[in-house]
Structure formats: C-alpha cells, structure tokens
C-alpha cells in the first residue's frame, strides 16, 4: 500500500461501510463484490486472515476499510517470509 493511502486511510474516522458502499468507494478493480463476498464467508469459518475487517449486525455484515486494507498488508507480509 502507498504511504499517501495508508496516511489518507489513518486520518480517516473509523467508518463502517456494507458490501456496496465499500465496492462503490474503492478505485481499482479489486476487490469485485463476488471476492468481497468469498472473502467475508471464508472470515466467518476462520479460513483466512479478515475476521477482523468484517464485523457482524444481525445479518448485515459490515467491512472496516482500514482494517480490510491492514489485513491485506499482513497477508502479503506473511506471504514475503513464508518464500524465505
């Protein structure tokens, strides 16, 4: 992640979005709705990294932006000494 996201996305107030509003905000290609989606019912069964990105309100999931993008950066660290 680039230091101006990663600055831009500190500054921000923890904001909470649903799947759409967090599709809608984001700029590039990824994450599709359908990865999102994937994503969040792997998180449910602890099958990867982002259960903290995603927090549940009855049946309405609702993604952390910071966070989701925290995990990202940790997966791909964890990915970088996994190759050592």
């Given at each position: ?25 984001q700029t590039g290609s990824w994450p599709t709705e ?51």
């Amino acid at each position: 992640m680039t230091e101006e996201i990663r600055k831009i996305l500190a500054e921000e107030t923890r904001r909470l979005y649903t799947v759409r509003q967090f599709i809608a905000k984001q700029t590039g290609s990824w994450p599709t709705e359908a990865a999102l989606r994937s994503l969040i019912l792997d998180a449910a069964w602890g099958k990867n990294g982002f259960q903290s990105a995603f927090k549940r309100v009855n049946r309405r999931v609702l993604i952390d932006a910071v966070e989701f993008w925290e995990c990202v950066d940790r997966m791909q660290g964890e990915r970088k000494n996994a190759c050592k």
